[in-house]
């Protein structure tokens, strides 16, 4: 699929981007949504096709993405988050919707988030209260910062959203039963005029500083009329006498389901933010071959001899690797449960598989968003002054990223979510279905020291125990009020310390379990040699990230070996090193999905630079205001 996708992205003159730069915003936009059509066009992806094969859809979506994440975003908030949320949390009446949003008959959006409501998602405000007498449901934003705030697709493009409400129910007292937080199909704009519908305000809420070619909107509701068949009831239906029903008694798990079956999106953002690490590092390494200095008068090094160079990009790499093969082993685990999800009513034993794959879920997104940011910005500055222009990339690449961080969960709520996770498995030793946490079964495993000598530390299975004491022995120390206190504020308190420490040791822990699953599958080779290297710098990396804990939970028999580790990392990025230039190659995106004047495959970093430059409008022209800068006759009272 990549090499058909890479063909449309160079064959097809709408995918130019050469006046991107220079375009309005809603010029980039009306460009955007074109290419977005292509998509649809050319029939790459479907239902069934996701279901069968899902990683063919994390590599379409990285392919597209890699070109341009505005475009892929548009269609997967339509596609996905739209189209597939009908069929997850819909029954019959709601497929025939997403059928639609897969032709782009109508065109969706994804309607959570308000103004004053982000991550703390169960106390949004918008309400949807029944009505028994017009058989339907009133939809209501209570006050303007309620609104319904950031939605892709909203400000400009979208004609329908799959939008989240309480749902209310008046009883014979008139008293509002709430029901919980339920997602609703609301038509938003006419199809015919593409004006408001009755009693929907949408606007756009203008520029961002990334992803500027997804028109996020907001949208008011004021009295909007639905019809009962609109909510989405597969976890929560309503009769015509107003009588509620659900599978699942509890309102706090009911949420927690729903959402859960909605993970796909932030299961893809592994893989966005592993694409965006493998484009940052491929250019800051392709830019450090080719660029020179120092030496003497005859011979100036390339940089990327410099131990300090390398040393600062291979982990980059590295964690390229690692969270890559991670985010298709997460979609594998998910995909047998997402078309159960979509096929069949919801069965009591998913909630634990579901409550699992949250957690790793969670805690990759972190993992692999947080190492991408990370690594763009170091694969920034290793590029220098150069690296500060636009024709580099490297800027767009840390614009687009950074979104991540914060949609589909803000990182820091889902490492205290995956903590809450870790310390209830820990505490009950409950065997987990994926294996994650069955360490905690092994009363043993806190107690030994792992690693005896420095040459211990190059084996990937020693690492792996070092992490796992290392949960183990945070979670033995994190106080018990963690889970169990209701005040906001004394968890608070706990998580800065180790609570979001021992979340993202878990995330590392659990990717690198899955990378050391794809090694065993491979056969003695050089390239399984310079994969396995990765491997051992990424958990050394880890490690030392959190060398206190290591220290506190006895991991090594002297001081001196954790003293050592540092100086073993390096020597494997040593190892590595001569073999970047052959590896960037394998990995790397064509030129013109590239699109990076510094990582162009032909190495040569200053005529691609000049030609950038010199491609420019205006680049000679005079400055239209030359006549103020000869002007000083405002400075003569001086």
Same mark, same amino acid.
């Given at each position: 699929?990549?090499?058909?996708?890479?063909?449309?992205?160079?064959?097809?003159?709408?995918?130019?981007?050469?006046?991107?730069?220079?375009?309005?915003?809603?010029?980039?936009?009306?460009?955007?949504?074109?290419?977005?059509?292509?998509?649809?066009?050319?029939?790459?992806?479907?239902?069934?096709?996701?279901?069968?094969?899902?990683?063919?859809?994390?590599?379409?979506?990285?392919?597209?993405?890699?070109?341009?994440?505005?475009?892929?975003?548009?269609?997967?908030?339509?596609?996905?988050?739209?189209?597939?949320?009908?069929?997850?949390?819909?029954?019959?009446?709601?497929?025939?919707?997403?059928?639609?949003?897969?032709?782009?008959?109508?065109?969706?959006?994804?309607?959570?988030?308000?103004?004053?409501?982000?991550?703390?998602?169960?106390?949004?405000?918008?309400?949807?209260?029944?009505?028994?007498?017009?058989?339907?449901?009133?939809?209501?934003?209570?006050?303007?910062?309620?609104?319904?705030?950031?939605?892709?697709?909203?400000?400009?493009?979208?004609?329908?959203?799959?939008?989240?409400?309480?749902?209310?129910?008046?009883?014979?007292?008139?008293?509002?039963?709430?029901?919980?937080?339920?997602?609703?199909?609301?038509?938003?704009?006419?199809?015919?005029?593409?004006?408001?519908?009755?009693?929907?305000?949408?606007?756009?809420?203008?520029?961002?500083?990334?992803?500027?070619?997804? !028109?996020?909107?907001?949208?008011?509701?004021?009295?909007? %009329?639905? @019809?009962?068949? $609109?909510? *989405?009831? #597969?976890?929560?239906?309503?009769?015509?006498?107003?009588?509620?029903?659900?599978?699942?008694?509890?309102?706090?798990?009911?949420?927690?389901?729903?959402?859960?079956?909605?993970?796909?999106?932030?299961?893809?953002?592994?893989?966005?933010?592993?694409?965006?690490?493998?484009?940052?590092?491929?250019?800051?390494?392709?830019?450090?071959?080719?660029?020179?200095?120092?030496?003497?008068?005859?011979?100036?090094?390339?940089?990327?001899?410099?131990?300090?160079?390398?040393?600062?990009?291979?982990?980059?790499?590295?964690?390229?690797?690692?969270? !890559?093969?991670?985010?298709?082993?997460?979609?594998?685990? %998910?995909? @047998?449960?997402? $078309?159960? *999800?979509? #096929?069949?009513?919801?069965?009591?034993?998913?909630?634990?598989?579901?409550?699992?794959?949250?957690?790793?879920?969670?805690?990759?997104?972190?993992?692999?968003?947080?190492?991408?940011?990370?690594?763009?910005?170091?694969?920034?500055?290793?590029?220098?002054?150069?690296?500060?222009?636009?024709?580099?990339?490297?800027?767009?690449?840390?614009?687009?990223?950074?979104?991540?961080?914060?949609?589909?969960?803000?990182?820091?709520?889902?490492?205290?979510?995956?903590?809450?996770?870790?310390?209830?498995?820990?505490?009950?030793?409950?065997?987990?279905?994926?294996?994650?946490?069955?360490?905690?079964?092994?009363?043993?495993?806190?107690?030994?020291?792992?690693? #005896?000598?420095?040459?211990?530390?190059?084996?990937?299975?020693?690492?792996?125990?070092?992490?796992?004491?290392?949960?183990?022995?945070?979670?033995?120390?994190?106080?018990?009020?963690?889970?169990?206190?209701?005040?906001?504020?004394?968890?608070?308190?706990?998580?800065?310390?180790?609570?979001?420490?021992?979340?993202?040791?878990?995330?590392?822990?659990?990717?690198?379990?899955?990378?050391?699953?794809?090694?065993?599958?491979?056969?003695?080779?050089?390239?399984?040699?310079?994969?396995?290297?990765?491997?051992?710098?990424?958990?050394?990396?880890?490690?030392?990230?959190?060398?206190?804990?290591?220290?506190?939970?006895?991991?090594?028999?002297?001081?001196?070996?954790?003293?050592?580790?540092?100086?073993?990392?390096?020597?494997?990025?040593?190892?590595?090193?001569?073999?970047?230039?052959?590896?960037?190659?394998?990995?790397?995106?064509?030129?013109?999905?590239?699109?990076?004047?510094?990582?162009?495959?032909?190495?040569?970093?200053?005529?691609?630079?000049?030609?950038?430059?010199?491609?420019?409008?205006?680049?000679?022209?005079?400055?239209?205001?030359?006549?103020?800068?000869?002007?000083?006759?405002?400075?003569?009272?001086?």
């Amino acid at each position: 699929m990549q090499k058909e996708i890479f063909r449309i992205l160079q064959s097809n003159p709408v995918f130019d981007k050469v006046n991107d730069e220079t375009m309005t915003l809603e010029q980039f936009r009306k460009v955007t949504h074109a290419r977005m059509k292509v998509i649809y066009k050319e029939k790459l992806i479907n239902y069934e096709l996701l279901q069968a094969e899902p990683l063919r859809y994390r590599e379409f979506i990285n392919s597209f993405g890699m070109y341009d994440w505005t475009v892929v975003a548009k269609f997967v908030l339509s596609w996905q988050f739209f189209g597939l949320g009908c069929l997850l949390l819909g029954t019959s009446y709601h497929t025939e919707l997403a059928r639609k949003a897969e032709k782009l008959e109508i065109f969706g959006c994804f309607a959570l988030t308000e103004l004053s409501h982000g991550s703390d998602a169960r106390n949004i405000k918008t309400v949807a209260t029944f009505s028994k007498d017009r058989d339907g449901f009133i939809l209501n934003t209570p006050n303007y910062h309620d609104m319904k705030f950031w939605i892709g697709n909203a400000g400009k493009t979208a004609t329908h959203a799959l939008v989240f409400a309480k749902l209310m129910v008046r009883n014979d007292r008139n008293a509002a039963i709430d029901h919980g937080v339920h997602g609703f199909v609301v038509q938003i704009r006419n199809t015919s005029t593409f004006h408001p519908c009755e009693g929907v305000t949408v606007g756009d809420i203008g520029s961002k500083i990334g992803l500027n070619g997804i !028109d996020n909107g907001f949208i008011i509701f004021r009295n909007v %009329f639905l @019809p009962r068949r $609109n909510l *989405l009831n #597969k976890y929560g239906s309503i009769d015509q006498s107003g009588v509620y029903s659900s599978p699942i008694t509890s309102k706090e798990e009911r949420f927690s389901i729903m959402f859960a079956a909605l993970s796909l999106g932030r299961i893809n953002i592994i893989g966005i933010g592993a694409a965006n690490s493998k484009m940052a590092t491929t250019i800051a390494i392709r830019y450090s071959i080719s660029r020179r200095q120092f030496g003497n008068e005859l011979t100036e090094h390339a940089i990327i001899d410099y131990p300090n160079q390398y040393c600062r990009l291979i982990p980059c790499l590295a964690s390229f690797f690692v969270m !890559d093969t991670f985010s298709k082993n997460v979609i594998q685990m %998910f995909s @047998p449960y997402l $078309n159960k *999800l979509i #096929k069949e009513s919801y069965a009591h034993e998913y909630k634990q598989v579901l409550n699992e794959l949250h957690a790793i879920s969670c805690a990759g997104k972190v993992v692999s968003t947080k190492r991408a940011a990370q690594t763009i910005q170091e694969c920034r500055e290793a590029c220098g002054g150069h690296g500060f222009l636009q024709s580099g990339r490297l800027g767009c690449i840390r614009s687009d990223n950074d979104a991540n961080l914060t949609y589909e969960g803000d990182n820091n709520v889902l490492l205290q979510q995956v903590t809450n996770f870790i310390i209830k498995m820990y505490e009950s030793k409950t065997k987990t279905f994926f294996g994650t946490l069955n360490f905690f079964l092994n009363e043993n495993n806190g107690n030994s020291i792992i690693v #005896k000598s420095e040459k211990e530390l190059l084996c990937i299975n020693n690492c792996t125990k070092i992490l796992e004491k290392m949960v183990i022995y945070i979670a033995g120390v994190l106080p018990k009020t963690l889970c169990k206190n209701p005040s906001l504020i004394v968890r608070g308190e706990i998580f800065p310390t180790n609570g979001c420490l021992i979340a993202n040791l878990y995330g590392e822990l659990t990717a690198l379990n899955a990378y050391n699953m794809f090694l065993n599958s491979l056969q003695p080779s050089l390239e399984y040699d310079i994969l396995y290297s990765f491997g051992v710098i990424f958990a050394l990396s880890s490690i030392n990230n959190a060398m206190n804990v290591a220290h506190e939970a006895n991991c090594f028999e002297s001081s001196n070996i954790s003293s050592s580790l540092r100086t073993v990392l390096l020597e494997e990025c040593k190892k590595v090193q001569p073999f970047l230039n052959e590896i960037v190659d394998c990995i790397s995106p064509p030129d013109f999905v590239l699109n990076s004047s510094l990582g162009m495959a032909n190495r040569k970093i200053y005529e691609n630079i000049l030609q950038a430059v010199l491609s420019q409008k205006n680049v000679f022209k005079r400055a239209d205001f030359w006549e103020d800068i000869l002007d000083t006759s405002h400075l003569s009272h001086l």
